[in-house]
């Protein structure tokens, strides 16, 4: 059954490699869209839901991590998913609230299709069961450098580096190329925006394009 959505309810989703600064940047366009009174709901993939968040304990700090599969693990981020979805986007988009996710479908894409070497049409086709008919109406890609992403991460507070963050330098570099990669495939749903850039810098971009591009 198709999910149901309203033509005033808008969902946002933020992409990048670990470090990028997606949460920060999020942060900061909720307040933007606050400010002119529009209810804005935030959620993260994998988590977001009472499910999803064990779900993301499993993909990222089970002691047994490093066995999973590549595909247990698409299996396991698209089962988030689409929780969240039912339980959280949909109902939000249906009230006509601002969606800002931190992470989609594309990652996804990015990381198990490209990063982990999975075929492209299965994954597409578990990615549109899990969201239907709930697809981004603009998706933010927040571009850096391998070397940069990996050395915002060393920078982190003390907490031990997740299942994901351990990754070589090779698996980002090649999440960096796919992101660029979809986002050329697919200019009137992304932008991409130069991560290296201020925070302030990085917002005003972001503010922009969401209001010409979504009006």
Partial sequence: MPLKTTTTGRLISFEGSE??????Q???LAEHFQKIHREVVTTREPGGTEIGEQIRNIIVHNSKGDEMCAE??????????AQVVREVIA???MRGAIVLSDRYLDSSTVYQGIGRNLAAD???QINRFAVGN????????IDVPTEVSL???????????DRMERENVDFYKKIREGYLVLAQGMPERFI????????????KKIWAEVQARLK
């Fill in 19 to 24: 470090g990028s600064g997606k949460s920060t």
């Fill in 26 to 28: 999020i942060a900061r």
């Fill in 72 to 81: 247990t693990e698409l299996l396991l981020f698209t089962a988030a998913r």
């Fill in 91 to 93: 109902p939000a988009l």
């Fill in 122 to 124: 299965p994954v597409a």
């Fill in 134 to 141: 709930v697809m981004p109406d603009l998706t933010v890609v």
């Fill in 151 to 161: 050395a915002r991460l060393k920078q982190r507070a003390s907490d031990l580096p």
């Fill in 192 to 203: 991409v925006v130069d991560g290296t850039k201020t925070q302030d810098t990085i917002e």
